[in-house]
């Protein structure tokens, strides 16, 4: 299942150009710089735009080729817009069930209203006006409205930022569920790394009208792109059941122990696989195992290379661990006191480790 | 108050109902043929449509008088539409209450089509492209949209054009020639009877329009004012 | 002050016939300015009570002129000039020797006169038509004009089949010759069957001080003045024929 | 076409003048009392505003004439104005050319007036909001915002006000009188053509008209397209 | 000089009530979860609301009590709306200058219009129409547009939202800086605690409508529902000079060595002081100092105290650093195998440091 998508569009000082295939499964995120074609490429896909030449083709069908052009409202496409856009003249309720309402027949509800509407928070508005809602509220309201429409594909331009942390993590697990069980895939634009990380499966990079690279999340962390906003590890491991709260878990031979992830509907909900984001400033070398550290999690990684990193007076290592890549951010300065060199082994601290 | 009614008779009566009975048709087909008028204006850009634009205001730059003597030429058996129609054997449109509905459309397109085009215009392209992508068409856009976005313009539109239509004789008058219960409305009845200096009557038929159109425009504006309070664009 | 600028205020049906006189006047009087504004005897009449700027008010019925008199807004007596006709007259066909009582034998749906309510060729038209008895027959198929000019051009755009208008509009050339087909004969209506279309005139308390206005209306005596009203349909009263005749 | 205006008589040219004056001054005046209470129309919710934008409304419903023939009342030398205005030495208004540019005003009010509420209520608040945050006070605001952002509003307005006073004569007529170089406008010069029957003048004055009006129209409008699609709203 | 403002907001579900004073010095950050009413009150101070018997008072002068009504224009407010607001029949530049068109002479120009649209890398937009702008690019311009009017005090509502890390990363320190060195106060509602804590001087945690606390920023991350978000703490360092892209810090006696910060524009601005933030979960602690770790930031510190953490897991250790609050987020099965307790002397091995 891919998206293609061949593109051109020339602006005065911009243009961009396309002629690539995103996946469609599970969280696909667009990660790149403010006006670098973000929202523009969203709009070619849902066909708000009708660019001359451009080719758009979702799975097996042509959505735009030549003259052949499948308007916008026969797409099925999930879109929550950059900016507010609720119908003004519709309540809450209303604008939120606006494609709810014009659904087919024959089409299978996979989101219900209910369920959308508990877990956006959005109960005590449905009466309200779009015009009566604080700028975090209209945000959610649009992102329910889109999910009720049951799209095929959910197209969310930066759909959380104006929400709080607390607002963000209670919606991005929601997200994810849905592209992992209702099989929606999500195009996703977000200018958190973050959010992104937690989320996407796959990570298009775009930079000035172009997509720059692309691949699944743990790969492209690598990019040195992403090292200049924080650089970061994504490790696959398996769950080896939990107890007092806290979760085992095993990366090929090792060992981490990591608090058990609480989210209030979780209780249905427990992976045999988990993802741990790592930040490579989270990440310490030691050169033999400590034992009276606070930090209980230490891995036996090799080291596989040294990175420039965006501060000059650090080096990013490249660690491999159990076949996965892991990086480290150290001062060149501790690269010297160890005496770090390439294929060493080496125990990695890792003191913080976000869980999805 | 009441006596003012009393004495009105049935002529005026009929007058009043036949007034209502033209504007109510003149502002009803307005509508349906301003409505697409406007929102082909509203969408391109081209030359053409300006010039359709223009065009549509030009009937309201002639005297009425002027106009409906055209009009009366084109209408009447010589006119390409009424011998057209007396070809097809039917009756050509002067002297006819569907002639001077057809000079009343005319006369008041522009206070139709140009409200409602500015109207779509600054409603901007993001209300349709959210409804587009929620599934809904382009007619149903049109009915879930656009007709509630923009009911502000459509009551401008149907009040100047209905209020417009009320006071109109000169068109009316030419191509109606007062025909009782045809085409006599109550402004060439009340121009009638002005001239005639029947001031009384005048003044009673007068007062009486003046008094239910402002009861009427009264109600639309509050009914508009409580709607935009409670839906604020 | 006295002032040589002298505007006229006419009854439409004076029209042409008027436009001729002034041309004439003006021939004697190369100095005078005149204009004339036409319109209805009923909305002349209101606006003079207005404070209308008119010196000199051509009524095309005496009775507005009597009645501004008896106001106050008028200082001279009413002076009837002539007396207007009127005539069958059609588009399609020849009129010519039709009477007003065949009306009820011919085929058409529109017959135009003037709204009888208030202007005076249409209430005569009423009168005529109610004294050969034809008015109840005729009444469904009438069509009103505002005034007389108006309802000799509902004829004219073949709108009504037939129309009574004034003899004064029937023998202009515009309607004589408006159709190709039939050289448009007239029937003239006769005058016993209504009362009297008395054109008269008044000098408007504008005009009180207007010199030119009491030339003028002297110079309505004048014989190549009757001889032009009469050219354009208009009988003259018994006093000014008295004074032709001198 | 160059034969068309060649044909025109020193009494045509003195009419267009007198037209393109009155049409001018109409429509400046309705520009300048109509959006102060077009503003004031749109801001408040209360009863009073309703029913004053119902009375702006109503000098449509009336028949022109019969509108002229009251304001006749009102202005001529017996009417409260009139009278007044005497007294303190003055002329009265009737058969002026004050006189007709009041008619036109009062006649035209709701053409001026309901586009640019409409316009105004369109704009929302945000856009003043944020002009008064940068120091703008309400008369700045007005001409740097509302004036640009509603510019769509101004030109249906000023468009609706101009042409609508341009094809009027039943209020000039009855209040002004057809006085040449005063009141004798080309709506009413066209009227007097067409009743003397005098088709070849008043088709040549028709056309000019129509032609001039259309080429200002589709230029006015053209201008605002260009402008719309340089800065989309 | 304070911002004093006493106000109630009633609403159907909602109410605003507030009788509280405000610093009017450096960056006072708002922060609260979506619809707690930050942006009511915004409009409140901006007087783009007037509520009956509100009263607020910038320092010395009222702009509201009873009928005395100071108008928005009068205020000289620089404010940024949280959703777009720039003017859309002004072109980019226009926008930007329409405020400062507008100063009065006598008013001094510390904001000069090239230095605001250099920073804000403004220059290639400057003849494009609104319409015409990504959503990032509009924020940009917004702010840039505020700041030009010279204002008096700036209300920030989300001014970086739907900006992009990079252009975040460059702005924030170019408004602390304005809050420094012009001494214009800045009232910013943030989502983004990392960015409150980069900023503020100042916290006003807002809950429900009401102000839950508020005090200086160090103080303030101590709040039990800032944990919930990430716990967090600051500390003040002196600056002991630098040599090879390392800062070297001290803290009281203890020493720290970090990796200087590296601004575009920081030749000609080298602080004496800095802050350090910390996040709790970059904090971790052993019995006696590492050696061969490439940790190399170690401090002494005491146990202050133990408090909840939001992980049933995980405690949170209240430590005290040469008199400054500092916190360190460990699993109880740490704190239990460590043996830590209350008033131990025990050493902190701070990963990682986010210094402005
Ligand atoms: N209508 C337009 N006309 C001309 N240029 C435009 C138009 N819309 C966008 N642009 C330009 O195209 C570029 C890409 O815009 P786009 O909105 O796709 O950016 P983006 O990646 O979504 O950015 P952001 O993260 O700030 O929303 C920008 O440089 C913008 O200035
Ligand atoms: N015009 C209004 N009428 C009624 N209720 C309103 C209105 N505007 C806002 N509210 C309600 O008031 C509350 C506070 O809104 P406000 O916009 O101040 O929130 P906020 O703190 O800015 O939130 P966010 O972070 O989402 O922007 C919200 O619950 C909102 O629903
Ligand atoms: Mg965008
Ligand atoms: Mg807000």
Redesign the interface.
């Given at each position: 299942m891919m998206l293609a998508v061949t593109l051109t569009v020339k602006r005065d000082a911009f243009t961009l150009q396309l002629n690539n295939s995103l996946p469609l499964q599970g969280v696909t995120a667009l990660f790149g710089r403010s006006g670098c074609g973000k929202t523009t490429l969203l709009r070619a896909i849902a066909g708000l735009d009708r660019h001359a030449d451009a080719t758009v083709q979702c799975s097996a069908t042509i959505w735009q080729q030549g003259s052949r052009f499948v308007p916008v409202h026969q797409r099925r496409i999930g879109m929550v817009f950059q900016e507010s856009s609720l119908l003004p003249h519709l309540s809450v309720k209303q604008n939120l069930l606006y494609g709810f309402k014009r659904l087919a027949k024959h089409i299978a509800v996979q989101l219900k209203p209910e369920q959308v509407i508990r877990l956006l928070e959005l109960a005590p508005l449905l009466e309200q006006a779009p015009g009566q809602l604080s700028g975090g509220q209209r945000q959610r309201v649009a992102l329910g409205r889109a999910l009720l429409s049951q799209p095929q594909l959910l197209l969310l331009d930066e759909p959380l930022a104006s929400l709080d942390q607390q607002s963000r993590s209670e919606i991005l697990p929601f997200l994810q569920r849905i592209a992992n069980t209702t099989g929606i895939p999500i195009l996703l634009v977000s200018h958190q790394l973050d959010d992104v990380v937690k989320l996407a499966d796959h990570l298009v990079l775009m930079q000035h009208g172009r997509i720059h690279s692309q691949g699944p999340l743990q790969q492209q962390l690598l990019q040195p792109e992403l090292a200049a906003i924080g650089a970061m590890s994504l490790l696959h491991a398996q769950s080896q059941g939990s107890n007092n709260h806290l979760l085992k878990l095993s990366i090929g031979q090792q060992q981490l122990q990591l608090p058990a992830p609480q989210h209030a509907n979780t209780a249905s909900y427990s992976p045999t696989s988990y993802r741990l984001r790592i930040q490579a400033r989270d990440v310490a070398l030691s050169l033999k195992p400590l034992s009276d550290s606070s930090v209980s999690n230490q891995l036996q990684v090799s080291i596989s290379g040294f990175n420039i990193a965006p501060h000059p007076a650090e080096t990013l290592v490249q660690l491999t661990l159990e076949g996965q890549p892991l990086q480290a951010l150290l001062t060149k300065h501790s690269v010297e006191r160890l005496g770090l060199q390439v294929g060493q082994q080496v125990y990695a601290q890792i003191k913080a480790v976000a869980l999805d | 108050m009441p006596e003012l009614f009393l004495t009105l008779s049935p002529q005026d009566w009929q007058a009043i109902r036949l007034t209502l009975k033209l504007c109510l048709y003149t502002t009803l087909i307005l509508l349906l043929l301003g409505t697409p008028l406007a929102w082909w204006l509203s969408l391109s850009q081209s030359k053409l449509r300006t010039a359709i634009q223009a065009i549509v205001a030009l009937p309201l730059v002639l005297p009425p008088t002027v106009l409906g003597f055209y009009l009366l030429l084109l209408l009447g058996p010589h006119g390409a539409v009424g011998s057209t129609l007396q070809q097809l054997g039917l009756n050509h449109l002067a002297f006819s209450f569907s002639g001077i509905l057809i000079g009343s459309v005319i006369y008041s397109l522009p206070f139709t089509v140009q409200p409602l085009l500015e109207s779509f215009r600054r409603m901007g392209p993001r209300p349709l492209e959210v409804a587009a992508t929620l599934g809904a068409g382009k007619l149903d856009q049109l009915f879930s949209v656009v007709l509630p976005l923009c009911r502000g313009g459509f009551i401008v539109a149907a009040t100047l054009t209905f209020a417009h239509t009320m006071g109109e004789f000169g068109v009316i008058l030419m191509l109606g020639g007062s025909i009782p219960g045809e085409t006599q409305v109550l402004s060439v009845l009340i121009y009638d009877h002005a001239e005639a200096m029947n001031y009384a009557q005048a003044h009673q038929l007068s007062l009486g329009l003046l008094i239910s159109a402002f009861v009427v425009l009264f109600i639309v504006y509050g009914l508009h004012r409580r709607f935009e309070r409670e839906a604020p664009l | 002050y006295a002032s040589d600028k002298l505007?006229i205020?006419a009854a439409?049906d004076l029209?042409?016939a008027l436009d001729d006189v002034i041309a004439l006047f003006h021939q004697q009087q190369p100095a005078a300015e005149v204009?004339v504004?036409?319109?209805?005897s009923?909305?002349l009449s209101?606006?003079i009570r207005?404070?209308?700027?008119?010196d000199l008010f051509f009524s095309a019925d005496i009775q507005f002129a009597e009645q501004l008199y008896a106001e106050g807004h008028a200082l001279s007596q009413p002076q009837l000039y002539a007396l207007g006709r009127i005539v069958l007259w059609s588009p399609r066909q020849n009129m010519a020797g039709i009477e007003l009582a065949q009306l009820t034998e011919l085929n058409f749906?529109?017959l135009?006169i003037a709204?009888p309510?208030?202007?005076p060729y249409g209430l005569r038209a009423k009168e005529a038509l109610q004294a050969v008895g034809v008015w109840p027959a005729v009444e469904a198929k009438?069509?009103?004009?505002?005034?007389i000019?108006?309802t000799?051009?509902?004829a004219?755009?073949?709108?009504?089949d037939i129309a009574i208008i004034a003899l004064a509009l029937a023998k202009?050339p515009?309607?004589a010759n408006s159709s190709k087909r039939a050289s448009h004969g007239y029937q003239l209506i006769p005058a016993e069957l209504h009362q009297p279309l008395s054109q008269a005139y008044v000098i408007t308390r504008h005009g009180a001080n207007n010199n030119t206005a009491q030339q003028f209306t002297a110079f309505m005596t004048d014989k190549d003045v009757l001889a032009i009203m009469q050219a354009y349909g208009f009988e003259l009263p018994v006093s000014a024929r008295q004074g032709e005749q001198e």
């Open positions: - | - | 505007t205020a439409s029209r042409y204009r504004i036409y319109g209805s009923g909305k209101t606006q207005h404070g209308a700027p008119y749906r529109r135009a709204q309510a208030h202007a009438l069509v009103y004009g505002e005034n000019a108006q000799a051009q509902m004219q755009s073949g709108g009504a202009f515009e309607l």
